[in-house]
């Protein structure tokens, strides 16, 4: 892949949703820097501007080296927050008011972060959280609070979060 399917590899699922793309946009091309060592450090003030734009003021919390695959969806791009240890397949969906990050245990270290599955469709003000996975084709309803790994094709909602029922694929 080069260096333009790289930071266009969301543009399509993102059309008339021009903040998802700008934001999008940017993610790719600090992660593209951030992932690189030559370009990590040409790209640096890059990396610094992107911090400064997307999470001041986009409100937006995606580390540039966090591991996103091809074709995200982003709705609604405000008040998104995830660690940089997140793993997220491809042909995924976020929205508004999402956590996706570790916990801090109590003697001051932090669990995993959430490894979510390909074609998973995240609703707003959810929370992923811990060293949990969640599989392929899950819909995670709006307000889920998830706290346990999730098995593949089903509905996740409530909090804490239950899987309510298999997904008809």
Same mark, same amino acid.
């Given at each position: 892949m080069n260096f333009f399917e790289f930071i266009f590899q969301d543009w399509s699922v993102n059309r008339g949703n021009i903040k998802g793309r700008l934001i999008l946009l940017l993610f790719r091309i600090a992660n593209f820097c951030s992932t690189r060592k030559i370009y990590y450090y040409i790209g640096f003030p890059y990396l610094l501007f992107y911090r400064i734009l997307v999470e001041w003021f986009f409100s937006v919390e995606i580390p540039w080296n966090t591991r996103i695959g091809k074709n995200l969806s982003l709705y609604h791009g405000q008040a998104l927050v995830m660690t940089n240890h997140v793993v997220i397949g491809e042909n995924c969906t976020?929205? *508004?008011?999402?956590?996706? %990050? !570790?916990? *801090?245990?109590?003697?001051? %270290?932090?669990?995993?972060?959430?490894?979510?599955? !390909?074609?998973?469709?995240?609703?707003?003000?959810?929370?992923? &959280?811990?060293? &949990?996975?969640? %599989?392929?084709?899950? &819909?995670?309803?709006? %307000?889920?609070?998830?706290?346990?790994?999730?098995?593949?094709?089903?509905?996740?909602?409530?909090?804490?979060?239950?899987?309510?029922?298999?997904?008809?694929?």
């Open positions: 976020l929205r *508004q008011s999402t956590t996706i %990050g !570790n916990k *801090q245990a109590r003697d001051g %270290g932090f669990s995993g972060s959430p490894v979510i599955g !390909n074609h998973v469709d995240i609703g707003s003000n959810v929370c992923l &959280i811990g060293d &949990i996975v969640v %599989g392929d084709d899950v &819909i995670i309803g709006c %307000g889920a609070v998830v706290v346990k790994s999730v098995s593949a094709c089903c509905i996740v909602t409530g909090n804490p979060g239950v899987e309510r029922r298999r997904k008809d694929i």
